[in-house]
């Protein structure tokens, strides 16, 4: 199918590795322009050459820096001529008990996780809804839809940001001109956050790495974790052209664990 995309401009944050690299692939091998994000400099310009080898066709530009922070989302805004595509990321909240976590361990996964990506859309999709174009993708949490009990702060943060986008995308002046807000909801996919939150699982069990990893594996009803590739291609048709009539959904991408009919 071809996305009808090709010549638009993306700001993928959080794009380096993992699930926005994911996204940033799938979107430059359609022809989209892309900003890409993270705070390591190192590993985001090795992905960046890398995205310009898939397609010696697009301009990739590179910010480097913690897209939670004010300045870092103004170059990032910078960077790009017009945002036409806006696919907002960062790090999950770490897991704990709640009865550890500060005042300040809550604003802080609220900055990250909730109001970070707020501040992105409302900086962009004014001028979309004046193009007459534009698609926004936030990556959040199958969490959502299931919350993790260790994982609080991501529930609560990621759930405040969803609560808002339902809000926000059904608003005429954007879902009338053509502009779409949607949330993909990862379940597990084989990132390093996986790897490395499964390691902490076997540590505090005493158990080993692999039986770990093996045993959440086959919770899944796929029997598999999910790729970054396939996250990618998904985001990719939800910025197409032909993804207009979709908006203010919450995407699972779990294969099956959510146990729900609907
Ligand atoms: P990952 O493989 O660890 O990749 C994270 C990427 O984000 C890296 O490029 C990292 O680069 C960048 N990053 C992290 N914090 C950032 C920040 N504050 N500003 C800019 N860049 C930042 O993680 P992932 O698995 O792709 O996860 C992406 C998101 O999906 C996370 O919020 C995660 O909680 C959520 N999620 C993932 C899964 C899963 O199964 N993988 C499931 C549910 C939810 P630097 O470290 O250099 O900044």
């Not at 910078?78 to 604003?107: K, Y």
């Not at 692999?210 to 999910?226: I, Y």
Request: charged share 20%; hydrophobic share 45%.
């Amino acid at each position: 199918m071809e996305l009808a995309i090709a010549g638009r401009w993306a700001l993928v944050c959080a794009a380096s590795k993992g699930l926005g690299k994911g996204c940033a692939e799938a979107l430059v091998a359609e022809g989209v322009n892309v900003v890409i994000n993270a705070r390591s400099s190192a590993l985001l310009e090795e992905t960046a050459e890398h995205l310009r080898d898939l397609n010696p066709a697009v301009s990739v530009h590179t910010v480097a820096g913690d897209i939670a922070l004010a300045e870092t989302r103004q170059a990032a805004l910078a960077a790009c001529p017009q945002i036409d595509i806006l696919i907002t990321n960062a790090g999950g909240p770490p897991p704990g008990d709640f009865r550890d976590w500060s005042r300040e361990d809550w604003l802080e996964a609220v900055n990250v996780n909730m109001l970070t990506p707020i501040e992105l859309i409302k900086a962009t999709v004014d001028d979309m809804a004046e193009r007459g174009f534009g698609r926004v993708i936030n990556i959040t949490s199958a969490a959502v839809k299931a919350p993790i009990d260790i994982l609080g702060l991501s529930n609560g943060a990621r759930s405040g940001l969803t609560g808002f986008i339902a809000g926000l995308a059904r608003q005429p002046q954007l879902a009338g001109r053509n502009v779409t807000i949607n949330n993909l909801l990862p379940g597990s996919f084989d990132t390093d956050r996986l790897k490395s939150t499964q390691k902490q699982v076997a540590q505090s069990s005493g158990q080993n790495y692999l039986d770990v990893r093996d045993a959440l594996r086959l919770r899944v009803p796929a029997q598999r974790f999910g790729t970054a590739d396939e996250f990618g291609a998904f985001c990719a048709f939800l910025c197409s052209a032909q993804a207009g009539y979709m908006t203010g959904q919450n995407i699972l991408l779990d294969g099956g664990s959510y146990p729900g009919t609907y």
